[in-house]
């Protein structure tokens, strides 16, 4: 089993800059590619960006491409998602999840999520 912890949710201006973490338990972390999704209110939860074992490439949503940067530490077994020129539209929970897929972007094809942290775009 797969322990995921969110951290690092709030309220921000827009334009401003926020980073989320996610720690985890399995001392298999490294093994597993990390993603990011996010879910607004009366939405379906959507890929944000994701990152394989070896953080040697990174893929995102273009909704949020060369804004957001999704990285990784595995010797921390932690999962970072730093959110620049963040907007309105950018207000969701934001979950972290682990999948044993490589280049896996939908949902389904994540088997561990954290419980989510709030992300709040509002002057």
């Known amino acids: 089993q797969v322990q995921l912890v969110e951290s690092g949710g709030g309220l921000v201006q827009p334009g401003g800059s926020l980073r989320l973490s996610c720690a985890s338990s399995?001392?298999?972390?490294?093994?597993?590619?990390m993603g990011w999704f996010r879910q607004a209110p009366g939405k379906e939860r959507e890929f944000v960006a994701a990152?394989?074992?070896?953080?040697?490439?990174?893929y995102y949503a273009d909704l949020v491409k060369g804004r957001f940067t999704i990285s990784r530490d595995n010797a921390k077994n932690t999962l970072y998602l730093q959110m620049n020129s963040v907007k309105a539209e950018d207000t969701a929970v934001y979950y972290c999840?682990?999948?044993?897929?490589?280049?896996?972007?939908?949902?389904?094809?994540?088997?561990?999520w954290g419980q989510g942290t709030q992300v709040t775009v509002s002057s």
């Open positions: 990152i394989p074992w070896s953080g040697g490439y990174t």
């Open positions: 399995a001392r298999t972390f490294s093994s597993y590619t």
């Open positions: 999840s682990a999948s044993g897929r490589v280049g896996a972007r939908t949902p389904r094809e994540y088997d561990y």
